[in-house]
């Protein structure tokens, strides 16, 4: 299937999450698994979400800690199977590589500047640059450590593209479809403008995901939309 969405399951529910994958499967592949779901459903109903509709996951739990305990998180949900695992760039090298050794075939995918926060707001954490210069010294960072995909803002993509290369998979959450609110995104753009400026995906949630509150298939068409709009 040729899709470049990653929907997000954001939902404490298991069953309006399968919903969701059921209204959306003939358009979308990758389905991003957050804290929300998976710290109320655990890996086992996540392990039965995966196999039962046979998609592929975006696993996105953040990690960040010391490095041993990185690793041994990471190898204790790798048995999901998941096509991409989060862990804070922040983290620092030691931690990332210490993520990738315990990877299997999972991208181990590392998350530059949350979409949420402002200038301001890392002026305020500590941060030394702005989210552009932060986000492409911490995207190197992370693939110098053995990252093989990137989450950034699409503002940062385009410059995150030159600076890594083409082989490093960049993912970009904080999209929203012009018609759409922007929501808690600081730093959003559509996802034809991600995806023009390098990004293999986007992520997805409520733009497409609130749709179900007319019909599923009313989701389904929105979800079937978008995809088209960025092939």
Known sequence: MNSKIILALDT???????????????????????????LKIGAESTQKLVSENNIKIFLDLKLHDI???????????????????????SGGPEMIRSAVANAN?????????????????LKLI?????????????AKLAVAAGATSIVCSPKEVAEIRKAVG?????????????????????????PQDAIKNGANFVVIGRPISSFANTSL???????????????
């Open 126 to 138: 500590g941060y030394k640059e702005d989210s552009f210069v932060s986000a492409v010294q911490l």
């Open 67 to 89: 490095p041993n305990t990185v690793g041994q998180a990471v190898a204790s949900v790798v048995e999901l199977n998941p096509a991409f695992l989060t862990v804070h760039a």
């Open 217 to 231: 298939s009313a989701m389904g068409q929105r979800a079937a939309e978008i995809n088209s709009s960025i092939l």
């Open 105 to 121: 075939q999972t991208s181990i995918t590392a998350v530059t500047i949350l979409t949420s926060l402002s200038d301001s707001d």
């Open 166 to 190: 083409e082989s490093v998979i960049l993912i970009t959450p904080g999209v929203r479809p012009s018609d759409s609110e922007m929501g808690d995104q600081k730093r959003a753009a559509t």
């Open 12 to 38: 404490k529910d298991f069953s309006e999450a399968n919903s969701w994958i059921t209204a959306t499967r003939e358009s979308i592949a990758y389905y991003k698994i957050g804290l929300e779901l998976f």
